[in-house]
């Protein structure tokens, strides 16, 4: 069966520093994957996605970007972290074959801006 | 700009009582419809979904309406249970990107 990681699980950084969040899928080939944030009580906001190596599409232009070295692996990073970074940050995946497939989401990472 | 519309923001039912939640959307292109739980600390899970060629799907005590001319659809909860007290939320996909509604938190009360 499939599963998706996500690390690390809660993460404290300073304003200015640097971010990398890692997600990775196993059980599955050519997955499409999706990276959002979900802001305290509300819904969930994409913020990039992509269907396959190398291929990064971007939702909100923001101090955000992604990467997809390997095929089961996103990594979601910043260069310098601002205040309203904060969130609740989710990786998903659905197949990569057929358009009317579900997503399934990892547990999330909770980051804190200081 | 919210693609789907949610309602209520928040419901309280007691035990064995039917929880309702509804979502609308304008956006014709949206050919998937899943509805998604989420526990406190976790991610949400995929709980039920619906193609807008299909009226109604029951999977146990969760329950989709569909209208497709009305452009809404909902989640009805039978016989609701302390523990289906979560965050729940409709979805819409077009392509490959999924379009939240805003979330329901539904408190199940013994």
């Known amino acids: 069966s499939q599963t998706i990681h996500q690390w690390p699980a809660t993460l404290v950084q300073p304003v200015g520093s640097p971010l990398s969040l890692e997600c990775t899928v196993e059980?599955?080939?050519?997955?499409?994957l999706y990276w959002y944030r979900q802001a305290a009580g509300r819904g969930l906001q994409l913020l990039f996605y992509s269907v396959g190596i190398g291929q990064i599409s971007s939702e909100v232009p923001q101090n955000l970007s992604a990467s997809r070295p390997q095929d089961r692996q996103f990594i979601l990073s910043s260069k310098k972290l601002l205040l309203s970074d904060s969130g609740f940050y989710l990786c998903a995946w659905s197949p990569g074959t057929g358009l009317l497939q579900p997503q399934h989401f990892g547990d999330g990472t909770r980051l804190s801006i200081l | 700009q919210q693609q789907v519309k949610q309602s209520p923001q928040s419901l309280i039912v007691q035990k064995g009582g039917i929880s309702i939640i509804n979502c609308a959307y304008e956006?014709?292109?949206?050919?998937?419809f899943p509805w998604y739980q989420q526990f406190p600390g976790k991610g949400p899970a995929l709980l039920i979904a619906?193609?807008?060629?299909?009226s109604e799907k029951k999977e146990g005590r969760f329950t989709i309406s569909f209208n497709k001319s009305a452009k809404q659809f909902s989640l009805h909860i039978m016989d609701s249970q302390p523990g289906d007290s979560a965050t729940y939320f409709c979805a819409a996909t077009n392509d490959y990107k999924l379009s939240f509604g805003a979330g329901t938190t539904v408190t199940v009360r013994a």
């Open positions: 619906i193609r807008p060629d299909v």
């Open positions: 956006n014709t292109a949206f050919d998937y």
């Open positions: 059980g599955t080939s050519n997955p499409n």
